[in-house]
């Protein structure tokens, strides 16, 4: 309950001090709408809103799972096998030498203007803090308990899955959170390059007919969906993940 009065307390000054400057500088409706009026536009445009936002939800959830995924297969090759880490590894921070929002338009080119390239742009932009996070996770198993599988006899396999998954799963979980955040901006850019839905389309028809608050109103529909994205990610890694250790897995 104190946390959700805070984030109210936050939220109110926030909106507070965006009445005040539109208010005290004089801006035109056209530069910077009052939050009275983007709310009442967000109620009056609820159904439109409403659609391209399911569109936006699922590109992100749809990129989040299929990069968590793909990012806990990479670190868990990366740390099984040496050869992968030494051949592939560099190849993965020299992708992140290409800024991803170049690769958008190629996307867009190669998987079409569907739902797809906007996953991908999704799955690109979490991939590499989920991976790197994890396998830093993994490759910080505390010693003492790998010497104690090596005494007890434990196959490499056995010590990976029982030991070095169990307690590197709190690194799993900061990786999601980032993740969480950092999706909805890969789907945004993807619908900036090319679509014909979403709330990233959205915003960009509204600019284009000077509906600016609209546009105002789908940028708080999208960042309010980052916030529950975050919020929901954080809260099942705090119920499954956080401070478990070996002695708590099954």
Request: charged residues 10%; proline residues 6%.
């Amino acid at each position: 309950m104190s946390r959700a009065l805070r984030i109210a307390a936050v939220a109110a000054l926030g909106l507070l001090a965006w009445q005040a400057l539109v208010t005290l500088a004089g801006l035109p409706r056209f530069i910077l709408p009052g939050p009275g009026r983007v709310f009442s536009t967000l109620w009056t445009s609820r159904a439109l809103i409403a659609e391209h936002a399911l569109v936006t939800a699922t590109e992100v959830l749809a990129g989040l799972g299929l990069g968590a995924a793909l990012g806990f297969a990479s670190a868990i090759l990366f740390a099984a096998s040496p050869a992968a880490r030494t051949l592939l590894r560099p190849m993965l921070v020299f992708s992140q030498a290409v800024p991803v929002f170049a690769l958008a338009p190629i996307l867009t080119l190669w998987l079409g203007y569907g739902l797809w390239s906007k996953v991908a742009m999704a799955l690109l932009i979490i991939y590499f803090p989920v991976t790197s996070g994890f396998f830093d996770a993994l490759m910080r198993t505390p010693p003492g308990w790998l010497e104690l599988a090596r005494v007890m006899g434990a196959a490499p396999g056995r010590t990976l899955w029982r030991i070095r998954v169990p307690a590197a799963m709190p690194g799993f979980a900061s990786g999601l959170r980032l993740a969480a955040v950092y999706a909805p901006i890969g789907a945004i850019i993807g619908e900036w390059v090319g679509a014909s839905r979403g709330l990233g389309y959205l915003m960009l028809l509204a600019n284009g007919r000077a509906r600016i608050d609209l546009m105002f109103a789908a940028l708080v529909v999208l960042a309010l969906l980052t916030l529950l994205l975050h919020a929901g990610v954080d809260a099942a890694c705090r119920r499954l993940w956080d401070g478990r250790g070996p002695a708590s897995a099954r």
